[in-house]
């Protein structure tokens, strides 16, 4: 059975940063896409943040991509989320998600697996 366990959320003022961590277990992602979305308050779940095996490359949604990386440690079969500067309306639950496939993938069906959530708050 294979889970996406996410960890690092939390209440944070603007500014500040986050460090977002989802470790793969039952499986092994280190050759596959791995992918952040969240899900703002009252709205759907959006794309954040893909990057593919061996951080080959990574992609980001225009609002996060000078304030956001993601990377990964295949050796621990973790994919991270660092989150930097933040602002209140990154304020969401953040999902983490893997994909069979081995290029990058921005929409939500095209992910297989998903976590929990973590929530991120950002107070003003």
């Known amino acids: 059975q294979v889970r996406l366990v996410e960890s690092g959320g939390g209440l944070v003022q603007a500014g500040g940063s986050l460090r977002l961590s989802c470790t793969a277990y039952g499986r092994n992602f280190s050759s596959n896409t791995m992918g952040w979305f969240r899900q703002p308050p009252g709205s759907g779940r959006v794309f954040v943040a893909a990057i593919r095996r061996r951080n080959v490359n990574a992609y980001y949604e225009d609002s996060v991509k000078d304030r956001f990386s993601v990377s990964r440690d295949a050796a621990k079969n973790t994919v991270y989320l660092q989150l930097n500067n933040l602002k209140p309306e990154d304020t969401a639950v953040y999902y983490c998600?893997?994909?069979?496939?081995?290029?990058?993938?921005?929409?939500?069906?095209?992910?297989?697996?998903w976590g929990q959530g973590t929530q991120v708050v950002v107070s003003s």
């Open positions: 998600a893997a994909t069979v496939a081995t290029s990058i993938r921005a929409r939500e069906d095209e992910y297989d697996y």
